[in-house]
């Protein structure tokens, strides 16, 4: 199957190193403390934040930081794939220990201590590169929880197929087997907190791939303060100042 075609470009229109449309939107969810609903083209997450608050667990309270819990999962009506998947499935469990993980490395823990940060992650609409998406949106939706941080962590994917390298994958060019690098990044600090690879590469053609996806991850940074400084403008208006 060809990927991209000799004028250069991909199954949905788009240059190789060209992303997907973003798209994003601050305080969904009435109740949580914060929420964000991202989009990568098709792909769409909600992610709501409950926190810091008290532990309910007490024997898993930390007195010197807070306890961050993740949990992800997939809405049964979010492929096209109609089985019913079980809740917690070996999948779901190792992609919540990931963004918990990606999480807790921007998140000042050590500020909140004896609590606990619930980050709840749904993917409403899958398309590829669901596992950014979901990061992307937990951000959104800790800034707009107030919770502090060291920095915004933003993810994005790349792959290598037919000798080309990719930008962003949809589903369909994530599904061709080719190697692909899941990257999260903190643009600020330039340091990188999360890096998941699939398959092997060659070094020199590796690094040109995760060299993409990090650049993938600062247009997601940028977008993100876009939308924070837009929320921030409309509350700043809504109260007068």
């Known amino acids: 199957m060809e990927y ?5 470009l991909r199954l949905d229109g788009r240059r190789p190193l060209e992303m997907r449309q973003l798209r994003a939107e601050i305080g969904v969810v009435a109740r949580a403390d914060g929420s964000a609903v991202f989009e ?11 926190g810091p608050r008290e532990v309910q667990n007490k024997s898993q309270q930390i007195n010197d930081q807070a306890v961050v819990r993740c949990e992800y999962s997939m809405a049964n009506f979010s492929t096209g794939d109609r089985m019913r998947k079980p809740k917690h499935d070996r999948r779901s469990t190792e992609i919540s220990l990931v963004i918990r993980q990606t999480m807790e490395a921007c998140i000042l ?45 933003t993810s994005c994917a790349a792959g290598y ?12 060019e994530d599904s061709a087997g080719g190697p692909d690098v899941t990257v ?17 590469l060659p070094l020199d053609t590796f690094e040109t791939v995760l060299q993409l996806a990090i650049e993938g991850c600062k247009a997601v940074a940028n977008y ?3 939308i924070l ?12 100042v």
């Open 161 to 172: 197929l037919n000798t080309t390298p990719l930008l962003d994958l949809s589903y369909v």
């Open 184 to 200: 999260g990044i903190l643009p600020k600090l330039d340091k990188v907190t999360l890096l998941q690879m699939d398959a092997k």
């Open 4 to 8: 991209v075609n000799p004028e250069g």
């Open 109 to 153: 823990t050590h500020l909140m201590p004896r609590s606990q940060i619930d980050i709840f992650v749904q993917v409403l609409q899958a398309d590829g590169g669901t596992r950014s998406a979901c990061i992307n949106a937990a951000t959104l939706a800790l800034a707009d929880a107030g919770i502090p941080m060291r920095d915004l962590v």
């Open 224 to 226: 993100i303060r876009e």
């Open 229 to 240: 400084l837009e929320n921030t403008k409309q509350l700043e208006f809504r109260r007068g």
């Open 40 to 50: 990568m083209g098709n792909t769409k997450v909600i992610a709501a934040i409950y």
